[in-house]
């Protein structure tokens, strides 16, 4: 239970609580098809619920024509919406999307943080503010001055309201508080019941990578659960349960980075507890890589910090990745000391004992 809460815990600090891992999930969800659908129907509904478009459309259309401006306005909907689509393709479109998830994520950081005056001109709340992208839409769609006819809140969304920053704020806290806590506390309790397990430490090495296992699938069950809730509550629309998907699939993929990372760190603690045991196969390994692991320990090491490298790049290696890795990689190295001295009990040459030459009578 504590190595789980332990990843849930990190996974929040990491995702929710970093603004770079934020903005950058942000970005990754335009990219899908089906988010960026949603989100032009909705850009394209603010614009025509805060603008009269059909009259911004008369002013620029001959006199004799006039009268064709609401006509047009509602037939142009449906085609802006998929010029709203093309636009959020575009590098600098994608920016003030980046931007707005950047600037609302800064506010939640400082509003957890204790900062005052940070929300004064959003009336205490934290929103995403996306009017840029509308007034964008309706300079290129329509044109004129539209955009000065937008109200200061069009395209504002409410991500928190003002009365729930106090809890979050308090949760933040404890999230803080706890993440690497927890993490640390996990695996000093594996070292300190495999260190006490004397004559069964490598049954105790097994326990502890079957425990990992378990608590890896158990976050990616989560995440499922937790995706299938979230789409529950927030839509009964089919039609609006692919983009809601979708968003939570982007927003918890660092969650389910960390339960595939802990499925192979119990794969691999496993494997090193069966390489350790008495079976046919692993003995058969242990004697064909004794004479490396004896003769040449510098060979073995370098081998193990070469793999142990591939894991380190293989994802965002920010401070908040870097730590827990190296204490892992501290435990793989001493893992590897302990097995090479092993084999090298099992498997070195005993020195011939001279047989004395029997005397004659």
Do not use: C
Not at 226 to 233: A, E, L, S, W
């Amino acid at each position: 239970m504590i190595a789980l809460v332990a990843s849930l815990n990190v996974w929040v600090k990491r995702q929710a609580l970093n603004t770079d891992n934020w903005t950058d999930a942000s970005a990754r969800m335009l990219e899908n098809d089906e988010i960026r659908g949603s989100l032009s129907v909705y850009l394209v509904n603010q614009l025509y619920e805060n603008v009269d478009v059909g009259a911004a459309l008369e002013q620029r259309l001959p006199p004799a024509t006039k009268p064709l401006g609401q006509p047009i306005a509602a037939a142009l909907e449906p085609a802006l919406v998929r010029a709203t689509d093309n636009l959020l393709a575009r590098p600098r479109v994608q920016e003030l999307w980046k931007n707005a998830n950047r600037r609302a994520h800064q506010a939640f950081t400082a509003v957890v943080e204790g900062k005052q005056g940070v929300l004064d001109t959003t009336n205490g709340e934290i929103v995403l503010d996306l009017r840029p992208l509308v007034e964008r839409i309706g300079e290129t769609g329509i044109g004129g001055k539209v955009t000065a006819q937008l109200p200061p809140d069009a395209g504002q969304i409410v991500v928190l309201e003002g009365n729930q920053l106090d809890v979050v704020r308090k949760t933040v806290k404890v999230i803080k508080a706890m993440s690497y806590f927890l993490l640390f506390l996990v695996l000093a309790l594996f070292a300190a019941a495999i260190w006490i397990a004397r004559g069964r430490r490598r049954r105790m090495l097994m326990a502890a990578g079957g425990a990992m296992l378990i608590v890896g699938l158990l976050v990616l069950l989560a995440r499922r659960l937790g995706g299938n809730y979230v789409v529950d509550v927030l839509t009964n629309n089919p039609d609006g349960e692919r983009p809601v998907r979708a968003t939570w699939a982007i927003g918890t993929e660092l969650l389910r980075n960390v339960g595939i990372n802990i499925l192979i760190y119990a794969v691999l603690t496993i494997l090193a507890a069966w390489i350790a045991g008495p079976s046919r196969p692993a003995t058969a390994l242990r004697r064909w890589s004794a004479p490396t692991m004896r003769d040449h320990p510098v060979l073995v090491y370098a081998a193990l910090a070469v793999i142990l490298l591939i894991v380190l790049v293989s994802g965002p290696t920010d401070g908040d990745r870097v730590y827990p890795l190296l204490v892992l990689f501290v435990l793989a190295f001493v893992g590897l000391e302990v097995l090479r001295r092993q084999t090298a009990r099992e498997f070195t040459p005993q020195p011939a004992v001279a047989v004395p030459p029997s005397g004659g009578g």
